[in-house]
């Protein structure tokens, strides 16, 4: 229930119209949809989808190894090191990007740490663009990336690895076809909580970004806030679960799979 | 230490100190970290004050001022944008609060709702302590609906010693020269967002033709290229740091940006600019009206007037505060010298209506 009333609500606004002053009309009409397919829209989608693929595969680029890293240490440090890892979460991700802005503008630390070493002359602009939307989405959504997967690697037992380096394979190999097939469900896991919420992001486009990109959490907030069109932003909230529940069920479709062919629990 | 000043100054704003005349655009729903509104708001009839504000736009004293001297217990909710409490307004139908804070087109659009009570100017004597001009302010003439709280305008705000010559059109803006390439912010909000395309190129500020937005929106986009971020908030830390040299403010804006560096200045380009007014609206739905125009009587106070400009370094409509002004204050903020005059001149922000989408589709086509 919990779940089902607010998307029927999105549902049910999506398909009235915005009144003269905001607020909503309760008039039957398809406009919204029609509305939906103008290609600027299309083409923020495009660039959100791109924008959280990246740092989707950053963060597990990063993650994975970091994961690995915890799971490996003594019983007393996993805890500390986790605690590490959510810490950021207790302070709001609003006030940690503007963080990232005095880090990353052209008189901010990073640049003059780089400047000062004489690496580069002029300063780097790190800032305002995709990179830093990236860098980001990876740094807010990380330890959502870290936490399934050290669940995946913690359960895994060492024998296994060692049983498959007894029997000749590299250590690379052993990774391939023994230990990433059997945290896949981690990695799928960590991958979602990534891309999910990158793709709806509307703070990190606007201040690292510099609201030169907008991505479509931006569109959707700008509707219900900036245009007061609640039956539009409805129908692009819509739009945005249609995506992500198709990613959903891609997903829950490989899972069913392994699980049938028996590799994802060892 | 600038530095310092600045990370502490960043902190404070996320933290949503530095509410602004406008709208800042430091919402955060998603996240969950900086809802400031304070605990259920409820308009409960038994004399209880329920306002909300933007966060910190409201002088220290004022609120225990009054409770004092009327015993009228006052509950301060805060709203970090005109679109925040706005939205909270859609969601309960126009009520929960007594009076509350928003800028002059919000207030029109209130009305227009039906959701604003109409101002009993018997009940409110302090009127007479406001300039003549603030009872002309187009969105509500004769202030029926709202009264003005702050008033200013938008404009060019510069660092003296970063520009090759002093800014005097929102084309230096717009296309800047050669050592302001790259160092030119622009407000992110969509109606300051377009207002210099729309100065510069002699339309309303207010437009609702479709062949002026996209005449607007074609300069925009050429202008982009040229420019390091829309930005509403950090704008003059920018300034500040040397990050910018030029960026389109919000007079009393960029008073925090001359508070730190006395080499910033303002401007209010030739082609003109907006007057806009934050105001003070009393709801229809309030069950304590009586005590709503006692505060806002209290408000239009002279001292009390003062204690806005004190903390907010914003021009207000209140003469008879204006006039009983520190000097001293005149001189470090040359803004608060603004004659009433000049910013009647400009064009007053208007609500949109019908052409409020085709406004958002345009501002989206500018920022993807």
Not at chain 2, 48 to 56: P, R
Not at chain 2, 204 to 221: F, H, K, Q, V, Y
């Amino acid at each position: 229930m919990l779940l089902v009333v607010p998307v029927g609500l999105i549902l049910a606004y999506s398909l009235f119209r915005r009144g003269t002053y905001g607020g909503v009309v309760y008039e039957l009409n398809l406009d919204n949809f029609e509305r939906l397919f103008d290609p600027i829209y299309l083409d923020v989608v495009w660039f959100s989808v791109r924008v959280a693929v990246e740092a989707t595969a950053v963060s597990l680029l990063i993650g994975y190894p970091a994961a690995w890293f915890i799971a490996t240490r003594p019983r007393k440090w996993r805890t500390v090191l986790l605690v590490v890892v959510v810490l950021p979460f207790w302070t709001s991700l609003l006030i940690r990007t503007y963080a990232w802005m005095v880090l990353l503008n052209d008189q901010g630390l990073v640049n003059e740490a780089l400047t000062g070493i004489g690496i580069v002359d002029e300063p780097v602009k790190l800032l305002y663009n995709e990179f830093s939307i990236v860098l980001g989405l990876v740094y807010g959504y990380l330890p959502l990336m870290i936490l399934p997967l050290y669940a995946a690697i913690e359960r895994l037992s060492p024998e296994l690895r060692e049983a498959a380096t007894d029997l000749g394979a590299s250590g690379w190999r052993a990774f391939l076809t023994v230990t990433l097939p059997l945290t896949r469900t981690g990695v799928v896991a960590g991958c979602l909580f990534v891309f999910v919420p990158s793709l709806g992001n509307f703070i990190v486009p606007d201040l690292l970004g510099g609201g030169r990109q907008s991505m479509v959490g931006n569109l959707i907030q700008v509707q219900f806030l900036k245009a007061r069109d609640w039956p539009f932003g409805a129908t692009l909230a819509l739009a945005v679960i249609a995506l992500m529940t198709i990613v959903l069920v891609v997903q829950a479709r490989t899972m069913a799979r392994d699980r049938r062919e028996g590799v994802a629990d060892a | 230490m600038r530095r310092v000043a600045t990370v502490l100054a960043l902190g404070a704003m996320a933290a949503g100190v530095a509410a602004c005349g406008a709208e800042v655009e430091t919402s955060d729903t998603t996240s969950g970290g900086a809802e400031t509104t304070a605990s259920e708001p409820t308009g409960s009839g038994d004399g209880t004050l329920t306002i909300s504000n933007w966060d910190a736009y409201t002088p220290k004293g004022l609120i225990p001022g009054f409770e004092k001297e009327t015993g009228v217990k006052v509950k301060l909710a805060k709203h970090a944008t005109n679109e925040d409490i706005m939205g909270k307004l859609e969601a309960s139908g126009g009520s929960g609060y007594d009076i509350v804070f928003v800028s002059g087109q919000f207030a029109e659009a209130l009305h227009k709702r039906g959701w604003a009570a109409e101002i009993d100017h018997s009940k409110i004597p302090n009127l007479k302590n406001l300039y003549p001009e603030a009872n002309e302010l187009p969105y509500d003439p004769g202030n029926q609906y709202s009264v003005p709280y702050t008033w200013g305008t938008t404009g060019i705000c510069y660092r003296s010693d970063l520009v090759p010559e002093k800014p005097t059109s929102w084309n230096d803006l717009l296309d800047p020269a050669p050592e302001n390439e790259g160092k030119v912010t622009m407000l992110a909000t969509d109606r300051w967002l377009m207002l210099p395309a729309l100065k510069a190129l002699g339309y309303s500020a207010n437009t609702t033709d479709e062949g002026e937005l996209e005449e607007a929106r074609d300069l925009l986009l050429k202008t982009k290229d040229q420019l390091l971020a829309y930005d509403d908030t950090t704008f003059y830390s920018k300034l500040v740091s040397g990050e910018a040299n030029l960026v389109e403010a919000w007079d009393g804006w960029c008073n925090y940006g001359i508070a730190e560096d006395d080499r910033i200045e303002f401007v209010v380009p030739e082609e003109g600019s907006d007057l806009w007014a934050d105001t003070m609206v009393v709801l229809e739905s309030s069950p304590n009206k009586d005590e709503a125009f006692e505060f806002i009587n209290y408000v239009l106070r002279p001292e009390s007037g003062q204690g806005i400009v004190d903390l907010l370094t914003y021009n207000t409509p209140n003469q008879a505060a204006m006039e009983q002004l520190d000097p001293k204050l005149k001189k470090q903020f040359p803004n608060l010298g603004i004659p009433p005059e000049t910013l009647l001149e400009q064009e007053n922000l208007r609500d949109l209506g019908d052409a409020q989408p085709t406004w958002t589709r345009i501002v989206t086509e500018i920022t993807s």
